[in-house]
């Protein structure tokens, strides 16, 4: 078992800034190889050796698999939120849609996801479950105040509940992505336009 | 590592007859296990001892924890559709709010699912992946039957493709469950109701 404080890179540098900075390359690097490789079941140490980062370099960012996992999660998404943002205009189904898309393109993050999401589930797994709730919540949160934008602006049906299509609009694009890559056949598009057109959007 | 014949009840026994029923008996109580407690991440051998029943004995009629926890979810979906099957006139999207609503009550088999399906992305899950694979084949062929079915009795909107409709119905029943489960605020049923009401389902 290595200390918490056993990065030497970091220890040499020995800034906060220098290991804000440090922690955010071994997620790049980490975000490049989850995207091609997915979750695998590996160790802490795989990981590292996978990425070419020290155990103890590991150890030092993340106490655990799991807040490696979440955190590389979380960081494709920023980065994926500002290097290919949504453009003006996008309705709530197709910023899904777009996603879904996205996403196929990265099988191994779409992985990652669903294996956090699982692990959420599971008894014990805090960080997992945490970020599973957060993130649900938010993305929940955004996608109601879209619809009510939407139905209030006279552009989607006013007669369906927002947090109804809201949750409903997530669930089909997360169970969409994992059919799709289960399935080349299973294309997100055509059943997230369906779901668009009964809901009278206009685009 | 046991030899693969090293269950002494079996031999005792000593028939095909017997082998499966004592096999169908390990099922019959892993399943309690696992609606109680979900996958956890445990060993053959820990859910050997969970389930009181010795390793050699699980490692007789199934090669990998893999395999085994794919054959308790099938069992338990052969259960439930026995015990607790959609009365007649049924629709689509109200089978899958019936399974989402009965799945509610066994939380560790939604758990277990979700592992399943998130091992089925990974590489190197073969038995999780054909799971899956054939899982979603087979429940996409029943909806986009049913769904033709009620489009042709016009029961339901005939302006929508078919296929979409099943892997989107499908789609939302998996990610609502999920949500449910993650924050008890989120009820499937409304989404699903829905759903059903833009597609013009009459019950």
Redesign the interface.
């Known amino acids: 078992m290595e200390s918490p404080s056993a990065d030497p890179d970091d220890r040499r540098r020995g800034s906060y800034a220098k290991g804000v900075e440090r922690r955010q390359e071994i997620l790049d690097r980490a975000i490049e190889v989850f995207a091609e ?5 590996t160790s802490l140490r795989a990981i590292g050796e996978a990425i070419g980062v020290s155990h103890a370099a590991l150890r030092h960012y993340f106490d655990s698999r799991e807040q490696l996992l979440v955190a590389v999660y979380r960081a494709a998404e920023e980065r994926t939120h500002i290097e290919d943002p949504n453009p003006p205009g996008t309705t709530a189904v197709g910023s899904m849609t777009n996603a879904a898309r996205r996403n196929h393109a990265v ?1 191994g993050l ?2 990652l996801y ?2 956090l ?2 692990s ?5 797994h805090d960080d997992a ?1 945490d970020f ?2 957060a993130r ?2 938010r993305v ?1 949160a955004e996608l109601v105040a879209q619809v009510e934008a939407e139905q209030a602006a006279g552009r989607m ?1 006013a007669d ?2 927002a947090a ?2 809201a ?2 609009v ?7 992505q ?2 799709w ?3 080349p056949g ?1 294309d ?1 598009a ?6 668009e ?3 009278g959007v206009e685009r």
């Open positions: 490789r997915g979750a695998e079941g099988p779409v992985q669903t294996t999401v699982a959420a589930l599971e008894r014990g479950r599973a709730t649900f919540a929940r049906r369906v509940d109804s299509v949750s409903l997530i669930a089909a694009s997360d169970g969409l994992v059919q890559l289960l399935d299973v997100p055509p059943s997230l336009e369906v779901l057109r009964l809901l």
